[in-house]
């Protein structure tokens, strides 16, 4: 099993960057998104069950990012707008391997991580 995160980079604030995670080896249940800052704990971004149809979003990003998934290329996404400087983290893509019966949001229930992709915002 793998996720392989791409599509970070420098940006200035008010930009936008769209993150990738391409998945291999099983199919997955609850994928979401976390990010990193410098001496921060890891926090959750974006969630979204294997349907599309349940999303969960953390309040400071909520209304300026937006997670998809497309199953038959096993591949999760990050849409970012009106990215601030306070967004600059290193952002992880996870997945899970059974649903939870809600879209999770602790770093605890994630089965599976990749290695991450570092986005930096300018002011």
């Known amino acids: 099993v793998q996720l392989q995160a791409s599509g970070g980079g420098m940006v200035q604030a008010g930009g936008s960057l769209r993150l990738s995670c391409a998945a291999s080896?099983?199919?997955?249940?609850?994928m979401g998104w976390f990010r990193q800052a410098p001496g921060k704990e890891r926090e959750f971004v974006a969630a979204?069950?294997?349907?599309?149809?349940?999303?969960s979003y953390a309040v400071s990003v909520k209304g300026r990012f937006t997670i998809s998934r497309d199953n038959a290329k096993n591949t999760l996404d990050l849409q970012m707008n009106s990215l601030k400087p306070e967004d600059t983290a290193v952002y992880y893509c996870?997945?899970?391997?059974?649903?939870?019966?809600?879209?999770?949001?602790?770093?605890?229930?994630?089965?599976?991580w990749g290695q991450g992709t570092l986005v930096t915002v300018s002011s």
């Open positions: 080896g099983r199919t997955f249940a609850t």
């Open positions: 979204i069950s294997r349907s599309g149809g349940s999303t």
């Open positions: 996870a997945a899970n391997a059974q649903w939870l019966g809600a879209v999770v949001t602790t770093r605890s229930a994630y089965d599976y």
